[in-house]
């Protein structure tokens, strides 16, 4: 069985400060994990995914996540926050050779000028 | 290439009225899914395709219904509208076969008000 959860249903930061959403996993098998981001009224957009490659993990926008599997983590950081960083974030398992997605709660993230 | 698509955009029904919400693919994705997206809930899995001629039930299959005769169509049918299905729908598809990380590509998304 998969899941995930998302430690912070909101998160508010200055612009130009670091952001941090957290993510914890729960996965049968090696995970496949992703990180997208939904801004209002749209439609969703991958920012990142793992794929057993690097544990760290660059993404657009300059987002980037680390992948600790003794820990069950994916958090997602990004150095500088910047005004259109304002949205909802969704942490996304699926076990590896499972087209099934389970998603977090997601993650709302404000910022403040 | 318009990637996965969606129509209606937007749609108000009356509680007990059917409708289908039509996906389509241009990609030639194997597998394809529905998905509903409810506040502080995420994107529940209602129904998903393996390819052509293959469905089977998500999380949250009750009242929905799916069918896949062609491998760039996928339309969810609600057959008597309910309130609880008030919802953001939204479909997605991946390669599947040799895609490792089965990213999948989302559509735009349908708003369902159900009165």
């Known amino acids: 069985a998969q899941s995930v959860t998302q430690l912070d249903s909101h998160v508010s930061v200055s612009e130009g400060t670091p952001v941090l959403l957290r993510c914890n996993y729960s996965s049968s098998y090696s995970p496949s994990l992703f990180w997208y981001v939904q801004h209002p009224n749209k439609g969703l957009q991958l920012l990142l995914k793992?794929?057993?490659?690097?544990?760290l993990v660059k993404g657009i926008n300059g987002f980037e996540a680390e992948f600790k599997k003794s820990e069950t983590s994916f958090h997602l950081t990004k150095p500088s926050a910047h005004m259109s960083d304002a949205a909802e974030y969704f942490c996304v398992v699926s076990d590896r050779g499972n087209y099934k997605l389970s998603f977090g709660a997601g993650t709302t993230v404000t910022v403040r000028a | 290439n318009a990637g996965v698509t969606q129509t209606p955009k937007f749609q108000v029904l009356k509680t007990g009225q059917s409708m289908t919400l039509q996906c389509a693919q241009d990609?030639?994705?194997?597998?394809m899914s529905w998905y509903r997206q409810d506040p502080g809930m995420g994107l529940r899995l209602i129904h998903y395709s393996v390819g052509a001629g293959i469905t089977d039930q998500g999380e949250v299959p009750n009242g929905y219904n799916v069918s896949r005769s062609t491998t760039e169509d996928f339309p969810l049918r609600l057959l008597s509208a309910a309130p609880s299905q008030t919802s953001v729908y939204f479909c997605?598809?991946?390669?599947?076969?040799?895609?490792?990380?089965?990213?999948?590509?989302f559509g735009p998304g349908t708003r369902l008000t159900v009165t």
């Open positions: 793992y794929t057993s490659a690097a544990t």
């Open positions: 990609m030639n994705h194997e597998y």
């Open positions: 997605a598809s991946t390669r599947g076969s040799g895609s490792p990380t089965y990213e999948q590509y």
